[in-house]
């Protein structure tokens, strides 16, 4: 290995040393040690700055706070109530296709904007379907836009139930709730113009798949991050909504939205506490889980967070009432739509 000759520098002392002797020795030299020091004399007596969070804070910091509109929780538990009324929202069934039509009813009364995205599909099993991802775009000409997204579908089977564990479950919670509060949220969005593009999408056959079949679930955002409603889109970034409706319910940082978006993480659990909803949006770091925000990250590269509930007190790590018929009507608690639809229109609100 060849070797190589490191030359000492001179300190920092001996090289200003050197300085004022050189400049001594002519007139020219003399001004410039009297200019230095009347330099050095001004900074000595200028204050220091402050190290204060004040000083500290970024510029985007001082634009004033924007009230949003109100969040109605009785609106959004009357859109999560009718979707339950409808029975199990389970791919091939009566009620997937009524709910899939609702939705799309429902969301051109707040934009004329409204499209669905309808290929067919092969599952896991290999059955076919017709996927129904339904998007809906507020201020569709804006550059910057955001993403919000919740899957509508509820889940085929209850298999963690004793009871009928291989029947559909109603899903108030695990897809109802989602799609509920964005459907609130798109009221408002109609009534008080956002300052930024919104898209929202509400995927299908998110929970149709089986943990021992790789990419089965979330078939619906897995289509979207490949084929979006609009070539080449991009957001600034994403929130999805799954199961935002729970008693109770903690909202902990989910591990694959602070991998992919660690800043919009803190962006909306910030704002949740500062808006006093800190019992649900809870500083703890949670569980990292494959929800259709990891396909989102992954496949489109929008960096996108899921506001979902998690209970480690469980052996799921999810609610009691996962995947069980226990996810009807008895699990929803108005005030848990509350906060998230709420702390989801600030964010919005503040761009």
């Given at each position: 290995m060849e070797s190589k000759l490191i030359h000492p520098q001179p300190s920092k002392t001996h090289r200003f040393t050197n300085f004022w002797v050189q400049s001594v020795r002519s007139p020219k030299g003399i001004f410039q040690v009297m200019l230095l020091c009347m330099l050095m004399m001004a900074r000595c007596t200028s204050p220091e700055p402050t190290n204060t969070p004040e000083a500290s804070l970024p510029t985007k910091t001082n634009k004033p706070v924007v009230q949003p509109p109100p969040f109605s929780s009785d609106s959004a538990y009357n859109w999560l109530k009718m979707q339950v009324d409808m029975g199990p929202r389970a791919p091939g069934t009566a009620a997937h296709s009524r709910c899939a039509s609702f939705l799309e009813t429902e969301l051109r009364r707040f934009t004329p904007h409204v499209r669905r995205q309808q290929p067919p599909i092969t599952t896991h099993d290999g059955k076919r379907f017709t996927l129904q991802n339904i998007?809906?775009?507020?201020?569709?000409?804006?550059?910057?836009?955001?993403?919000l997204c919740a899957h509508w579908d509820s889940r085929p089977r209850a298999e963690m139930d004793l009871n009928r564990p291989d029947d559909a479950i109603l899903g108030a919670n695990d897809g109802a709730s989602g799609a509920a509060v964005l459907l609130e949220v798109a009221r408002n969005l109609s009534q008080n113009p956002p300052p930024c593009g919104v898209d929202i999408v509400l995927f299908d056959l998110e929970d149709y798949g089986v943990s021992s079949a790789e990419n089965s679930y979330c078939l619906g955002s897995q289509y979207w991050s490949r084929s979006p409603h609009v070539p080449g889109y991009r957001a600034e970034y994403g929130i999805l909504l799954d199961m935002v409706g729970g008693k109770?319910?903690?909202?902990?940082?989910?591990?694959?939205?602070?991998?992919?978006?660690?800043?919009?993480?803190?962006?909306?659990?910030?704002?949740?506490?500062?808006?006093?909803?800190?019992?649900?949006?809870?500083?703890?770091?949670?569980?990292?889980?494959?929800d259709d925000h990891y396909y989102i990250n992954k496949i489109s590269g929008i960096p996108t967070i899921d506001i979902i509930e998690m209970d480690p007190g469980t052996g799921t790590g999810f609610g009691r009432y996962w995947h069980t018929h226990r996810d009807d009507l008895s699990v929803i608690d108005k005030t848990t739509l509350h906060a998230v639809g709420h702390t989801v229109l600030y964010t919005l609100f503040q761009e």
């Open positions: 998007i809906a775009s507020f201020n569709p000409d804006a550059q910057k836009r955001i993403l109770d319910a903690r909202f902990s940082r989910e591990g694959t939205s602070r991998a992919y978006a660690p800043h919009v993480v803190d962006r909306v659990w910030g704002n949740a506490q500062r808006l006093g909803y800190g019992s649900w949006f809870v500083n703890h770091d949670g569980n990292t889980i494959t």
